[in-house]
């Protein structure tokens, strides 16, 4: 049974940073790219981040610059570096394979940016 689950929110400070990660129960994580998405309240869930299994990574326009995702395969883990957090990070992060599967999503992890 493939299960997702998120790790590393919390609340910081506008500036701040958090490292946020994902460990991917279950034969999948090889096979697949990986990303990170978040919710902010009332919004629609986007994707924030991407990275194939080779390493190659894609960023939202608005976070390219402040936040790096990173992936250990041998460690089924997939990372998501937050630098320079802006209150309008504040969103529930998930992590979910690209493009995601209904399945796989999790319970998310929140991240608040506030002072």
């Known amino acids: 049974q493939v299960q997702l689950v998120e790790s590393g929110g919390g609340l910081v400070q506008p500036g701040g940073s958090l490292r946020l990660s994902c460990v991917v129960s279950?034969?999948?994580?090889?096979?697949?790219?990986m990303g990170w998405y978040r919710q902010a309240p009332g919004k629609q869930r986007d994707l924030v981040a991407s990275i194939t299994t080779g390493g190659r990574t894609n960023y939202g326009v608005a976070v390219k610059g402040r936040f790096t995702i990173s992936r250990d395969n041998g460690k089924n883990t997939v990372y998501l570096e937050m630098n320079s957090l802006q209150p309008e990070d504040t969103a529930v992060y998930y992590c979910?394979?690209?493009?995601?599967?209904?399945?796989?999503w999790g319970q998310g992890t929140q991240v608040t940016v506030s002072s």
């Open positions: 979910n394979t690209m493009p995601p599967i209904r399945a796989y």
């Open positions: 279950g034969s999948i994580f090889s096979f697949y790219i």
